[in-house]
């Protein structure tokens, strides 16, 4: 790789290299508040940094990106590495190999984002005005107010933002968002476009936008409360929602299979399915659409112990990178039993609903619904892979304080099947 080679008080690159990684094991994480602004040669050690662990420690790169294009990436990002840069230019320039990694657990990532947003509103800094969607043109049309209030111009489409295209706009986002798929991408650069408008467009404190339907201009300020995606991972009410109808069908709403107190995620459900069984509910419907995963106990002891007839697995064989750094490669041989015991078990129809963010843990427990005959699989699909990496592990890049998350392991479903590649809803049945 052609590394812009300076030297800084007179220190061969290849030495500040060995010394920048050893760094990044013994150095405090660095923030936006403590980097300022870094040196080409710190950020060509960040990229060889970043390079070197992904490639020593990930367990099948293969399963996302062969090692050529992913030094073909890293070549273009070195090119643009030539000037001093603040860590919100760093992570632009970094981010570029996201899309190429194509992994939603192999990106590299800007350090706190939810804790550096949050503040950033305490202070007054106001965000992009609106929540969005891309539309299937690349376009992003308007949901709601910023933090999910009405607005009278939801669906309405941007078509510019402050003079400049806002379909180029979201192409550049775009190019820097972490995932699978372009679909997965697409939703998340959707969920979090404020950020990322903020990353690389700066945070004015009003927009001029040009909206489908007029040739005027709407000048419209910035807002200044906390986006929809952070209240609701702040909020268990809105991550975790049960509704339980009097015709028979119930939807419990799994945003998420994080909470801090589990204890208080397995009362919830049990609570729900003891309405279920008060009501005879006939058909459940689980949303996990946009569910972007957690720990698996939260879905075995919270859910599958009221439906699973039968041992499972949360997947097959695997490939994982042990600590020592060795490979190992096996099968999951030991199995979940059903809790054949439990009163509030549930023998109705199961539907899982997936949609583009569903991830992670999410997209285990749909793979395991659907190889065990627990579930129907439906909503939409090809956005994540159903051979999932997991056990992600997050190295802080020292010089620019951008964090790099790799996976562990790479799992197969239970099943063992690749195919289909992608999670997506069962076929509907023939009439």
């Not at 975790?240 to 204890?263: H, L, N, P």
């Not at 972007?292 to 994982?320: E, N």
């Amino acid at each position: 790789m052609a590394f812009v080679e300076r030297s800084k008080a007179l220190m061969p690159v290849f030495i500040r290299l060995c010394i920048a990684a050893a760094a990044a094991l013994l150095t405090p994480p660095a923030t936006a508040a403590t980097v300022g602004t870094i040196d080409p040669v710190d950020l060509q050690a960040d990229l060889r940094i970043a390079l070197d662990t992904i490639e020593r420690l990930h367990p099948d790169l293969s399963h996302s990106v062969t090692k050529a294009d992913l030094e073909q990436a890293a070549e273009k990002v070195s090119e643009q590495l030539t000037r001093p840069m603040t860590q919100d230019e760093a992570w632009a320039a970094l981010a570029q190999l996201n899309p190429i990694m194509a992994d939603g657990h192999l990106f590299v990532g800007l350090p706190d984002w939810r804790g550096q947003s949050a503040e950033a509103i305490r202070q007054g800094k106001g965000f992009f005005p609106f929540e969005v969607s891309l539309d299937g043109d690349g376009y992003p049309v308007i949901n709601t107010a910023l933090g999910g209030a009405t607005t009278p111009l939801a669906g309405r489409r941007i078509l510019r933002i402050n003079g400049q295209d806002a379909r180029m706009i979201a192409d550049t986002l775009l190019a820097r968002a972490h995932g699978d798929t372009l679909a997965f991408r697409t939703a998340l650069v959707s969920q979090r476009w404020w950020l990322l408008h903020w990353k690389l467009y700066g945070a004015p404190s009003s927009y001029d936008l040009v909206l489908s339907g007029s040739a005027e201009t709407h000048r419209v300020p910035a807002g200044y409360v906390l986006p929809a995606v952070l209240q609701q991972e702040a909020s268990f009410e809105r991550l975790f929602q049960c509704r339980v109808d009097a015709d028979g069908d119930a939807q419990m709403t799994i945003s998420a299979f994080y909470w801090e107190d589990k204890e208080r995620f397995y009362r919830f459900t049990q609570d729900c399915f003891a309405q279920m069984k008060a009501a005879s509910t006939k058909h459940l419907v689980i949303d996990v659409s946009a569910n972007g995963g957690g720990d698996d106990d939260m879905w075995k002891q919270g859910i599958l112990r009221y439906i699973a007839t039968q041992p499972y697995k949360h997947g097959s064989t695997y490939v994982k990178r042990e600590k020592t750094g060795e490979i190992t490669e096996g099968m999951i041989e030991t199995a979940t039993q059903p809790g054949v015991d439990e009163p509030l078990k549930f023998s109705g129809k199961v539907t899982v609903l997936i949609g583009p963010l569903t991830y992670s843990s999410a997209v285990l427990f749909s793979n395991v619904m659907r190889d065990y005959g627990f579930a129907t699989i439906s909503g939409t699909g090809n956005a994540a892979r159903a051979r999932q990496s997991g056990g992600v592990q997050q190295l802080t890049l020292p010089n620019s304080g951008l964090v790099l998350s790799y996976p562990r392991f790479v799992l197969d479903p239970p099943s063992g099947e690749r195919s289909p590649f992608f999670l997506q809803p069962d076929a509907a049945p023939q009439q």
